[in-house]
């Protein structure tokens, strides 16, 4: 299957914005699906695994969710702050292959 | 702590081979799956394989098989990744991460710094 996301999103300070991730085939409850943030230059960090649990460290600021009648997974970020300006990728395994979604933009402003 | 620190970036000439090392730490090497992911350019995030770190055995991305090789050396605690037949489009930055809990099902918990491999003649 595949993972569909935005190529981007923007919105300012203090905001709230939801990325989504639409699984092609299967359903997007059959395997869990996780968010990383990635950041030019650096390592991608997991904020949100398991569909909806949050690494230490991350703040709860960030929220994942599932919904099932539109079979996708969103990633949702309130008090938009510019650190949190990145690109961000779901992820999730296909029983043989971990497989990215395309990676959304997300800016700022 | 857990640390996983890699080595062999560089660049290459087309047709060669690179491989890139990932020096495992903080935990139990063989307890853990380890993933390798690049990040090419004005690219996404790609998966290229995995390796059990317990008994060798691996799994590759279709679009990398025959081209690349996973190992690992349990005395050193790092496991490797070999691609071969470069081409410029294999100019990317390079990850290892360790599989969340050791298992497959759920993403990725540590990653290494990245390995940037430049192919260009």
């Known amino acids: 299957f595949m993972l569909t996301q935005p190529h981007s999103v923007s919105e300012s300070p203090g905001g709230t914005v939801t990325i989504s991730c639409t699984r092609s085939?299967?359903?997007?409850?059959?395997?869990?699906v996780q968010w990383y943030q990635h950041r030019p230059g650096s390592s991608p960090v997991t904020v949100i695994h398991?569909?909806?649990?949050?690494p230490s460290g991350v703040p709860d600021r960030f929220f994942g969710s599932i919904d099932s009648s539109s079979n996708s997974a969103s990633l949702t970020i309130s008090g938009l702050k510019t650190e949190d300006e990145a690109d961000y990728y779901c992820?999730?395994?296909?029983?043989?292959?971990?497989?990215f979604g395309g990676g959304t933009k997300l800016t700022v402003l | 702590q857990v640390q996983l620190v890699q080595s062999g970036a560089g660049m290459k000439k087309p047709g060669a081979s690179v491989k890139v090392s990932c020096q495992t730490s903080?935990?139990?090497?063989?307890?853990?799956?380890i993933n390798w992911v690049r990040r090419a350019p004005g690219q996404g995030l790609e998966w290229m394989g995995i390796i059990n770190p317990s008994d060798g055995g691996t799994t590759y991305a279709q679009k990398f098989q025959g081209r690349i090789t996973l190992t690992r050396d349990t005395a050193a605690s790092t496991v490797y990744m070999e691609l071969s037949s470069l081409r410029s489009d294999d100019t990317a930055t390079y990850f290892c991460a360790r599989a969340r809990r050791g298992i497959t099902l759920i993403g990725f918990d540590y990653w290494g710094q990245g390995a940037l491999v430049t192919v260009s003649s």
């Open positions: 398991e569909d909806n649990l949050r």
């Open positions: 903080g935990y139990p090497f063989i307890s853990y799956y």
């Open positions: 992820q999730s395994f296909d029983g043989r292959d971990q497989v």
């Open positions: 085939s299967g359903s997007i409850v059959t395997n869990y």
